[in-house]
């Protein structure tokens, strides 16, 4: 019976230890399931933080891609400004040219018209009448020379008078 006794209590002793150990499992278990429970929270946090960067990033290359975008269009932009830029240029100095050689031949004109009217309005030296002359010829009778003096006045008169109509028609 020592021998059963002895068993019995090996047994009692071995189910003591496997309930000590059991209830050791037991709490461990508890502890991992309240760990779990306490990084159920962070977890949680670390997705939305996760999430959040990678809208971040997402909008960090959308930004970037603006960026791009835009110093493309910038370029562009540049580009057709020098090209405009350019072709005015050449406008305007083909527009100057034009303006130079227009303001020579004004001159001409101006320096042609000045000098047709001077030709036009002088007369000859030789005809004093108006400045308080008389023009007559020796042996002439006076009613000669009154005829003669009217004749000449209407020649001057009608040379005058075709000079006026001649400017007229040049003008």
């Known amino acids: ?16 230890k496997l309930r000590e150990r059991s209830s050791y499992y037991e709490s461990l278990e508890t ?17 939305k933080l996760l999430q959040a960067l990678a809208k971040q990033e997402n909008k960090a290359l959308e930004l970037r891609h603006q960026l791009e975008e835009g110093r493309k269009a910038e370029e ?21 040219y034009n303006l130079e050689e227009k303001d020579k031949l004004l001159r001409f004109q101006d320096s042609t018209k000045i000098l047709d009217d001077i030709l036009s309005s002088q007369r000859s030296p030789a005809i004093k009448t108006g400045l308080g002359f008389h023009e007559s010829i020796e042996g002439e009778s006076s009613s000669e020379n009154k005829t003669r003096n009217s004749n000449a006045q209407s020649e001057i008169l009608n040379k005058e008078m075709r000079g006026q109509s001649h400017q007229q028609l040049k003008k």
């Open 31 to 47: 502890t991992i399931l309240l760990l779990k429970e306490d990084l159920e929270e962070p977890n949680k946090q670390n997705k």
């Open 76 to 96: 562009n932009m540049k580009k057709q400004y020098r090209g405009k830029e350019e072709q005015l240029q050449v406008e305007v100095n083909i527009l100057k």
């Open 1 to 16: 019976m020592t021998s059963l006794r002895s068993e019995v209590h090996e047994r009692s002793t071995t189910i003591k």
